[in-house]
């Protein structure tokens, strides 16, 4: 999933409890107890805290940070206004996070990670030949009262196929077969039972059971609200939207505040423990911190990029959780910066301003939390589908170990070779002709703008110019979705764990593929012919054989970074800060956060 902040650490194949360095903390608060004043919207605006100057500086230090005592809610920020919440179009990771809240899929995962049952009775019966699924429900209601039963899902997940939905993720239900009408393999032989038939045997596909594209949404509400076709995720557009979940949304001050109660028909009510999850809706990292530290949020996701190295190591709120991902950089192959260039001239150019970066600088001064430099897009530590790990030594694309000035001569003769040349300035650095001047497009986020201005001072003494532009969240998901920007911040978190994952958001067809890569109505000459891709990618999910599988994404993987559009940083992981008075909460290593058995003392 696309990943909205940056996150820090090494990676690892087990989800871990959210327990800060001193002990397990989440947060929630009990508004019949709470100690801390309302604020105006204008006050949270200003500096989203109310406590002294002595408490706050004592909080960043020793993690004595005020503490709220409504113990019956938890005070979240995880980002600003969400895209979608209608889980067939989302495909952020702070928009999956609200919708395993809010939504029960047939499976999901447990505090260690496990994947165990939820709507299903137990797990999944598999045919001999690995490609038939029966799974058995439970019965179950809509928040509304409304009986859930297996229809729902066959109708949910062909809507999020379809072509008028325009789901991003559309691409993760290829691996089940198709009927002669084009709807999916999907039968209902009683009303709480699905038999699912798929294309192969696949190894992950317990998993995409439980992934939020995978969660059944309620056809009268959806089908209400968007008559004529036109507006696929309006039903979830304001509070009250049915679903069936832990959670239902009470209410929504767009941009500001998002208020969550406990879902009296949830199938599981009797283990939820909060009775309200209250969102903060930010992405002011500055703000969401001093809002941590007055005691008016228990969990938070980001902090401010200058606080990192006060607080790793220092403060017992302070932890860090492994995730499975990476944050790169991407280009856009058909942006018209490579126009008269050929494909290999084109790949020069980004390979050039690729070695450019000093990775380890980016590591060890902005991240400042141990990250591991990316010299691969697949993550260290996934697995590989038939029983090993497929990152070994030799998928490595470039020399984690030279990056940055030490490349200046080997990326100048690259640019050469694209057809550049070169004034020496005298004093180490060069001015290229014809000039390159592009933009960095990034959402907002000190730690994203400091990568940036870290590439743009890697790229000077080559002569290049970049220009940084920051955008909202939900403007720079679309622009980079469409293709508006010639070079952007990236960052994606394995959906389930095999490598198909990372490889098939470049399919051409895939709504996740930002490079453009096989994309556009007039694809530019400079851009790679990209059907060999589709079709490698096609086999991989169709082949049978493990072993070969795993060859066959080697393959993909070198055929995507021959491209260079793809510009790996560091693997990805997560920094979080959490209460001392709040425990339960947990996390996946895909970036998921499970809040309804968070307890608050």
Same mark, same amino acid.
């Given at each position: 999933?696309?990943?909205?902040?940056?996150?820090?650490?090494?990676?690892?194949?087990?989800?871990?409890?959210?327990?800060?360095?001193?002990?397990?903390?989440?947060?929630?608060?009990?508004?019949?107890?709470?100690?801390?004043?309302?604020?105006?919207?204008?006050?949270?605006?200003?500096?989203? #805290?109310?406590?002294?100057?002595? *408490?706050?500086?004592?909080?960043?230090?020793?993690?004595?940070?005020?503490?709220?005592?409504?113990?019956?809610?938890?005070?979240?920020?995880?980002?600003? *206004?969400?895209? %979608?919440?209608?889980?067939?179009?989302?495909?952020?990771?702070?928009?999956?996070?609200?919708?395993?809240?809010?939504?029960?899929?047939?499976?999901? %995962?447990?505090?260690?990670?496990?994947?165990?049952?939820?709507?299903?009775? +137990?797990?999944? *019966?598999?045919? =001999?030949?690995?490609?038939?699924?029966?799974?058995?429900?439970?019965?179950?209601?809509?928040?509304?009262?409304?009986?859930?039963?297996?229809?729902?899902?066959?109708?949910?997940?062909?809507?999020?196929?379809?072509?008028?939905?325009?789901? &991003?993720?559309?691409?993760?239900?290829?691996?089940?077969?198709?009927?002669? $009408?084009?709807?999916?393999?999907?039968? #209902?032989?009683?009303?709480?039972?699905?038999?699912?038939?798929?294309?192969?045997?696949?190894?992950?596909?317990?998993?995409?059971?439980?992934?939020?594209?995978?969660?059944?949404?309620?056809?009268?509400?959806?089908?209400?609200?968007?008559?004529?076709?036109?507006?696929?995720?309006?039903?979830?557009?304001?509070?009250?939207?049915?679903?069936?979940?832990?959670?239902?949304?009470?209410?929504?001050?767009?941009? =500001?505040?998002?208020?969550?109660?406990?879902?009296?028909?949830?199938?599981?009510?009797?283990?939820?423990?909060?009775?309200?999850?209250?969102?903060?809706?930010?992405?002011?990292?500055?703000?969401? %911190?001093? #809002?941590?530290?007055?005691?008016?949020?228990?969990?938070?996701?980001?902090?401010?990029?200058? *606080?990192?190295?006060?607080?790793?190591?220092?403060?017992?709120?302070?932890?860090?959780?492994?995730? /499975?991902?990476?944050?790169?950089?991407?280009?856009?192959?058909?942006?018209?910066?490579?126009?008269?260039?050929?494909?290999?001239? #084109?790949?020069?150019?980004?390979?050039?301003?690729?070695?450019?970066?000093?990775?380890?600088?980016?590591?060890?001064?902005?991240?400042?939390?141990?990250?591991?430099?990316?010299?691969?897009?697949?993550?260290?530590?996934?697995?590989?589908?038939?029983?090993?790990?497929?990152?070994?030594?030799?998928?490595?694309?470039?020399?984690?170990?030279?990056?940055?000035?030490?490349?200046?001569?080997?990326?100048?003769?690259?640019?050469?070779?694209?057809?550049?040349?070169?004034?020496?300035?005298?004093?180490?650095?060069?001015?290229?002709?014809?000039?390159?001047?592009?933009?960095? /497009?990034?959402?907002?986020?000190?730690?994203?703008?400091?990568?940036?201005?870290?590439?743009?001072?890697?790229?000077?003494?080559?002569?290049?110019? /970049?220009?940084?532009?920051? =955008?909202?969240?939900?403007?720079?998901?679309?622009?980079?979705?469409?293709?508006?920007?010639?070079?952007?911040?990236?960052?994606?978190?394995?959906?389930?764990?095999?490598?198909?994952?990372?490889?098939?958001?470049?399919?051409?067809?895939?709504?996740?593929? $930002?490079?453009?890569?096989?994309?556009? =109505?007039?694809?530019?000459?400079?851009?790679?012919?990209?059907?060999?891709? &589709?079709?490698?990618?096609?086999?991989?999910?169709?082949? +049978?054989?493990? +072993?070969?599988?795993?060859? /066959?994404?080697? &393959?993909?993987?070198?055929?995507?970074?021959?491209?260079?559009?793809?510009?790996?940083?560091?693997?990805?992981?997560?920094?979080?800060?959490?209460?001392?008075?709040?425990?339960?909460?947990?996390?996946?290593?895909?970036?998921?956060?499970?809040?309804?058995?968070?307890?608050?003392?």
């Amino acid at each position: 999933m696309k990943k909205k902040l940056v996150s820090v650490l090494l990676v690892a194949c087990m989800a871990l409890s959210l327990t800060a360095c001193g002990g397990g903390n989440d947060k929630k608060n009990d508004a019949a107890n709470n100690t801390n004043t309302e604020k105006t919207d204008e006050t949270d605006k200003e500096d989203g #805290a109310e406590g002294t100057d002595a *408490e706050e500086e004592e909080g960043a230090n020793t993690g004595s940070s005020a503490l709220n005592t409504d113990t019956n809610i938890l005070y979240i920020n995880l980002a600003s *206004e969400p895209q %979608y919440l209608d889980p067939a179009l989302n495909s952020s990771v702070d928009g999956g996070c609200l919708a395993v809240n809010t939504f029960a899929g047939l499976y999901t %995962y447990d505090k260690d990670g496990n994947l165990i049952p939820d709507l299903a009775t +137990a797990m999944p *019966e598999v045919s =001999e030949d690995g490609k038939v699924y029966t799974v058995k429900m439970k019965e179950s209601k809509w928040s509304n009262g409304d009986e859930l039963k297996a229809q729902d899902f066959i109708y949910s997940w062909n809507r999020a196929i379809a072509e008028e939905t325009a789901a &991003d993720y559309a691409y993760l239900f290829d691996i089940i077969a198709k009927k002669d $009408d084009g709807t999916l393999s999907v039968e #209902a032989t009683d009303d709480y039972t699905l038999v699912i038939t798929l294309v192969s045997p696949c190894p992950y596909f317990g998993d995409l059971l439980a992934f939020p594209t995978f969660l059944p949404v309620h056809q009268a509400s959806v089908e209400a609200a968007n008559p004529d076709g036109k507006e696929p995720g309006k039903w979830a557009g304001e509070a009250g939207f049915v679903c069936n979940g832990a959670y239902t949304l009470e209410s929504w001050d767009h941009s =500001e505040s998002m208020v969550y109660k406990k879902n009296p028909n949830y199938h599981n009510v009797d283990s939820v423990t909060m009775e309200e999850l209250h969102f903060m809706l930010s992405a002011d990292d500055t703000a969401i %911190y001093a #809002a941590y530290n007055s005691g008016d949020v228990d969990y938070i996701d980001s902090v401010p990029n200058d *606080e990192v190295s006060s607080l790793n190591g220092k403060n017992p709120e302070f932890g860090i959780l492994d995730n /499975l991902g990476t944050y790169y950089i991407g280009f856009n192959v058909n942006d018209p910066i490579f126009n008269g260039k050929t494909v290999e001239e #084109a790949a020069k150019m980004r390979q050039a301003m690729s070695i450019m970066i000093d990775r380890q600088y980016i590591v060890e001064n902005i991240g400042q939390a141990g990250q591991v430099i990316a010299d691969s897009f697949v993550p260290v530590g996934m697995a590989d589908g038939n029983g090993g790990e497929f990152k070994q030594a030799d998928t490595s694309y470039y020399d984690a170990t030279k990056t940055g000035a030490g490349n200046l001569e080997d990326a100048k003769k690259l640019l050469e070779e694209a057809g550049y040349s070169f004034t020496d300035n005298g004093d180490g650095t060069y001015k290229i002709d014809p000039a390159i001047n592009m933009t960095y /497009l990034t959402n907002d986020g000190t730690s994203h703008i400091a990568i940036a201005e870290a590439v743009q001072q890697d790229l000077a003494p080559l002569g290049i110019t /970049l220009e940084i532009k920051s =955008e909202e969240w939900n403007t720079f998901l679309e622009d980079r979705k469409v293709g508006n920007f010639t070079i952007a911040r990236e960052g994606w978190l394995a959906d389930y764990n095999d490598p198909i994952n990372m490889l098939e958001l470049f399919t051409s067809d895939s709504g996740n593929n $930002d490079m453009q890569l096989g994309k556009g =109505e007039t694809k530019s000459d400079s851009a790679p012919d990209w059907s060999a891709y &589709d079709a490698l990618i096609t086999e991989i999910r169709n082949t +049978a054989d493990f +072993a070969k599988r795993v060859d /066959l994404m080697h &393959d993909a993987e070198d055929m995507l970074m021959d491209t260079w559009s793809v510009v790996p940083l560091y693997y990805y992981n997560d920094i979080y800060m959490q209460k001392p008075n709040v425990d339960g909460i947990y996390a996946t290593i895909y970036g998921m956060k499970y809040f309804m058995n968070a307890t608050k003392k």
